[in-house]
């Protein structure tokens, strides 16, 4: 599967997480990028790992507008065709780019924000797959998360409560109750 780097402020540490278990569950090798200011040689090194990696999500937030080296990570990601660019608060994103808003994201993998971003994955050759960088996570494919019924689980209450109310009107209407 896909190598994904996921570059972020630190701020946005815990939302990233989210993202990352996310990935890895789908069964993408994951390359977090904590990034700050960055000395010369760890600037060469995130520069490496964008390089290196098929798909480079950049999540983006206002301390990550504050932050030279992850503008400058999602720049080499955009003009090497592998960057997904993603909003976790009113920030604007870079470059002009349209980013996907995650900014009311909560995890669940059927909403429509995570499927976009998704979709935005650009797609990489297979030999991005392979050892290499450390990856932060390695999963194997899982399931997708669902939390709540949805639609058709609320109908299927209401019809129930209907039925078990109408059902008790009835008993205590022909004297089968009381």
Do not use: C, N
Not at 112 to 134: E, F, I, Q
């Amino acid at each position: 599967m896909t190598r994904i780097l996921v570059a972020h402020a630190p701020a946005a540490k815990k939302r990233a997480a989210v993202v990352i278990d996310e990935l890895a569950a789908l069964g993408y090798r994951i390359e977090a990028a904590s990034v700050t200011t960055l000395a010369p040689h760890r600037r060469k090194a995130l520069a490496g790992a964008v390089a290196e990696a098929g798909a480079v999500v950049v999540l983006w937030s206002k301390d990550a507008a504050e932050t030279p080296a992850l503008r400058a990570a999602a720049d080499r990601a955009q003009a090497a065709g592998k960057l997904a660019l993603a909003r976790l608060d009113a920030a604007t994103p870079p470059l002009g780019l349209r980013a996907v808003d995650l900014s009311a994201w909560k995890g669940f993998a059927g909403a429509k924000a995570w499927k976009r971003l998704l979709a935005s994955l650009p797609t990489a050759p297979a030999s991005h797959a392979g050892s290499g960088t450390k990856a932060v996570s390695t999963a194997a494919p899982a399931p997708a998360k669902k939390k709540g019924g949805g639609a058709l689980g609320w109908i299927l209450l209401a019809l129930a409560l209907l039925g078990a109310g109408g059902a008790g009107a009835y008993l205590y209407f022909t004297g089968a109750l009381g």
